[in-house]
């Protein structure tokens, strides 16, 4: 009969040591984050590859990989937001900040002043549709098309300078 009692008391035991560890074992380890040196690496990395397919004229996977890239530098941001307050750029450095700066602007501004245009060609293509005139509302629909793609090129470009800053900004990180 001991030997029944003690059975179930190491039962016992074995059961409260597993309800207290049990929630323990169900919780994963949180992985490291990566370092910032292998965070900017792919940021940078992401970021030629959008400029590649910028310029192959995949607008969408050049968008997708812009988008990726921003999402690195901003962690990056966050990570290393004490060494960037102690960190001064160079003469070089602040001057090429400055051209990409003006760079970005002026293409999103291009974008911005092109959009209208797109739209209102759009609406025209609509109009000239329904009132029967399809070859001439499908070649209006085409110039549409091309409006808003050339305002989605100068957009990605945009934001490619406007990284490219953050690259830059980022250098020191460089192995």
Known sequence: MMIVSRGAYVICLLLLALALV???????ATPPAPEPAKLYGRAVSLLEQAQ????????????TLVKQSNELFTLLQKECASALAERQLSPKDDQQVAINQKLAVDA?????RLLPAAAAK????????????AEAGDAALRESREGYLQVQNLSIKSAIY????QQI?????AP
Not at 22 to 28: L, S
Not at 122 to 133: I, S, V
Not at 169 to 173: E, N, P, R, T, Y
């Open 162 to 165: 406007a990284l490219r800053n």
């Open 22 to 28: 049990g929630p323990g074992w169900a919780q994963t």
């Open 52 to 63: 590649q397919q910028l310029t192959a004229g995949n607008l969408s996977a050049a968008l």
């Open 122 to 133: 759009k609406k025209q293509a609509l109009d000239l549709q329904a009132q029967g005139q």
């Open 108 to 112: 999103q501004a291009q974008a911005d």
């Open 169 to 173: 900004i980022f250098g020191f990180l």
